[in-house]
Structures are given as C-alpha cells and as structure tokens.
C-alpha cells in the first residue's frame, strides 16, 4: 500500500478504508462514451479515442492508484503477463525473420501485431478500470447507447436499400461487388460487412450477457435496457447477411440462456430443435435462389469450392505451412508466397486469391509454429480470465467473447484485424467495468476502489 498523507484525518485509520473520491472530469466522461461507440467505427476512430483514453491514463501514471493485487485489478494483471510472453514469442519471430532475410524492415509487421495483440488495447482497459472505480454507477448510461445504436440501425437500413456510404463521402456510393440479391450488404460506417457483423457479434453478446447477469441479481428494470439493446445490435448483425456470426451469435445466446434460465431450458431447446426442423424444411422445399446468400449453402448444382471458396484458401495457406513449418512465410512475405503457391496448385483463373480466413491457418501458414503458439497463449490467457469471471462473479460476457473469438477464428483471421482486435479488448474492458460497480455496490461504506489519490 502506498503510503500517503492526508490533512484532517488521524494516522491510526488505514488507508484503504477511508473514503477516496476523486471526482471523474467530463472530458474522462466523454472519453469512455466514444471509446464505447468506436466499437462500430472505422479504425481512425477507434485508434484517436483509444490513444487520447489510454493517454490520460498514462500520462499522470494513474495506474499508482490502483490495488493491483485485490479483486478485479488482480484477474487483469494475470492476463497481462500471459501476454507479455505471446509478445516476446512476436518479438523473437521478428528478429528471427529479420536475421535470416539480413532485413531489419521485416520486424515492422511483427510490431504492429505486438500492438494490435493487446499492447495499447490493455493500456486502454486499465484507463477503462481506473475510470470506473472513481464511479459508483457504470460510466456507460445504457439509454445513451441505446440512441447511438438506433441511429445507426436507420443509417443502415438506408444503406441495405440505396446503398449509401457516408464515410467515403456524402455523395459516395458502395460498389457493385456488395449488391447481393437486390439489397447491399451492409458495413454501418465500417469498412466491410464481416468487420461489422464481427464486431457486432462481440457487442450483442456482452450486452445480452450483461441483461441476463442483471435479471438474475433482481434488477429487471435495467436488464430490460440491456435486452433491448441487445435486440438492436442482433437485428444490425442481420442487416449484414454475414452468414457464420449470425449462426454463432445465435446459438450461444441460446446456450448461455440455457445455462442462467434452467426454468427455461425446456422451452429454449425446444424452440431450438423447432428451428433446426424448419431449417431442414426450408433446404428442401424453399427454391435456393430465394433464400439469397443463406441458398448458396445447399445448392448442389454448384461445387462446393464455389459455394465455400474458403475450402480453397485452407489448402493453399495449409501448403504455405508445410513449406516452412517453424517460422512459416514471415509476416512480409507471405502476400507473395502466397500468390505463387496459388498459381503452382492451379488456380490461375481464380478471381479471389486470399489469405487463409482461418486465424489459426494463417498464423502456421505465415508464423509457422512459434507464432502458433503465441496465438494459443493470447486464447488461454482470454479464456483463463474467462474462467475466473464465470467463476467468481457469474457474468457469461467474457466466456462468451472467448467462445465467439474461438468459433470466429474458424473462418476468419479476426486476431490480425485492428477492428476486431480493439472490439475484443474494449468489450473485455466494459465487462470488467461492470463488476467494478458490483464491488462497489457491496463495500461497507461508500467510495472507490482506488489507493488513495493525492489530498
């Protein structure tokens, strides 16, 4: 504990138990409300209101304020060294790949991935932490949220039909390539369809998992909030049409309310099994082409290379990995590597020559094994933390982020996108936050959970 001196009290009480209250700036105020709606962002917002956050922490060293070791602070600070290794492990990769191409620029994509794989976003979810303790209530007001989400849901919707793009311009207009079946697959004010619907898979789900902690613990009037926040952002994830993050976002809503609503199982398992059948029934007498992107899936005319061209990427970045098996293409070689071995296996006249939409393919493809294995430490250091939360606190949020970041690394490389990455710690970061409240709640006497600030 830190040792401190404060006028008008008597040495004799101990530090922690005195009354801190630090009052929160509106400029900190206005800061975490951005930081919440960058969620759904392009990446220029979300790097300014993350660095001016994490900024305002760093800058006054507002992390001597904070009892690590207690509490919330401490299941943090255990997922900080987890990472400090997957950093060291991207650190060496870097200087290996350097050493053998005698370049030293091959260590600025290693870098880069240092810093998307948690560098600023921890940075920035200590500040989130900091901030709420100095706040009974949560710093998010749900109702503001819940505006925000409204006004992007009419956006959306307008850009579904007419196909507007406002961020590239007023007058600006989305390309051919995502009109599908008479409507435009729509991105929000992000740059693709899967970054949004990644995005707003990680969202729905923190936000539903918040509701369903709130009910549980007595308070309806909020948990309803939280719900119909959640039934916002899951009808914007279905604007998408991105097929898998709505299948996954689904299926484990329905299991975490399985798990929280036993007086319910029944009747979910049941609307579950309904679903499968209507499903089955829709595959077999509804006409392919009217189901629109969902209809590709299961027509048998076209090969399944085409209906599923990630089945080609798979195999490329698969080859791509027994090539170099340890160190893989390296980060800055791969684009290249990757078109020639495209063109070897025969795939000259293939339009999309992508990466591998398979983190955990790309990472061996062009990491090789040692980044491999970082990956896994950065998913055993999430699901660790998850663990505990589930366990000491009975909040899915963070579970849930875990098992949609695992099913979500199946077809996409989301732990390479900024987007997504700033997502998964922000969203881990508010879920934190809220437990904060919960241990503010239960203390004795009023105040904070911070080491006492400067009188």
Known sequence: MTKSVHIGVSPSVRVENQIIDKKASKWESVLLYLVIFALLLPTAAQSLVGGLLGLSFLIPRSWRYIRWSEGVPESFIK???????????????????????????????????IGKQGVWGTIVIASMLFAQMKRRESFLN????????????????????LGIDWVHGIHAKLGENRLAYGVYRVSGWMDHPLTFSFNLMLVSLTTFAHALWLQKRGELKSSRIWFAQTLLLLFL???????????????????????????LRKFLYGGLGFGLVAIIGIVFFVPHESLGRWGEFFDSNVALEQRFDRVIFWKINWQLFLQSPWLGTGLLSYDGRLLDTYLQAGYTSLERKYNAHNIYLQTLADGGLLLEMGLALLLAAVGRLAFVVNKKHHHRAIPLIFLATLGGGLVQNHLRDTEYLYALWICIGLSLSWLIVQGNENESRPGSQLQDLQP
């Open 79 to 113: 997922l900080l060294k987890t990472l400090f290794i997957v950093w060291g492990l991207l650190l060496l990769a870097s200087v290996l790949q350097s050493a053998l191409a005698m370049d030293l620029g091959q260590m600025k994509p290693y870098l880069k991935l």
């Open 142 to 161: 749900p109702r503001i949220f819940l505006l925000y989400t409204l006004i992007l849901i009419l956006y959306s919707v307008l850009q579904r039909y």
């Open 237 to 263: 994830l279905l604007l998408t049409d991105s097929r898998f993050p709505i299948a996954l976002t689904i299926f484990l809503m329905v299991a975490a309310s399985a798990w929280d609503l036993p007086k």
